[in-house]
């Protein structure tokens, strides 16, 4: 079993940045792709970005590519994405993902095993 907790989501201004965090515990951090994915009100969910057992390799969509970096510290359990020049459209909640098997960074949220809480991002005008 994975758990996982988000931080660091928040208001910011369009254009601005914000980091989220992610607190992993319970089975070995390295062991597992991570993944993170966002959920604005009434869409599905899509992913982010994505990063490998040992971080040598990310995904981002293609949306982010440029903007936001996906990250991990596989000595503090920790998984992080830092998003700059945030647009209002990109007002969500953000998940972050953990898949338990495989090598490959998968794209669609069904194939994670275990997802954090969520975290509110917000961007104003």
């Known amino acids: 079993q994975v758990q996982l907790v988000e931080s660091g989501g928040g208001l910011v201004q369009a254009g601005g940045s914000l980091r989220l965090s992610c607190a992993a515990s319970g089975r070995t951090f390295s062991s597992y792709t991570m993944g993170w994915f966002r959920q604005a009100p009434g869409k599905e969910r899509e992913v982010v970005a994505g990063?490998?057992?040992?971080?040598?390799?990310?995904y981002y969509a293609d949306s982010v590519k440029g903007r936001f970096t996906i990250s991990r510290d596989n000595a503090k359990n920790t998984g992080y994405l830092q998003m700059n020049s945030l647009k209002r459209e990109e007002k969500s909640v953000y998940y972050c993902?953990?898949?338990?098997?495989?090598?490959?960074?998968?794209?669609?949220?069904?194939?994670?095993?275990?997802w954090g809480q969520g975290t509110q991002v917000a961007v104003s005008s």
């Open positions: 993902a953990a898949l338990g098997s495989g090598i490959v960074i998968q794209r669609s949220a069904s194939e994670y095993d275990w």
């Open positions: 990063v490998t057992r040992s971080g040598d390799v990310t």
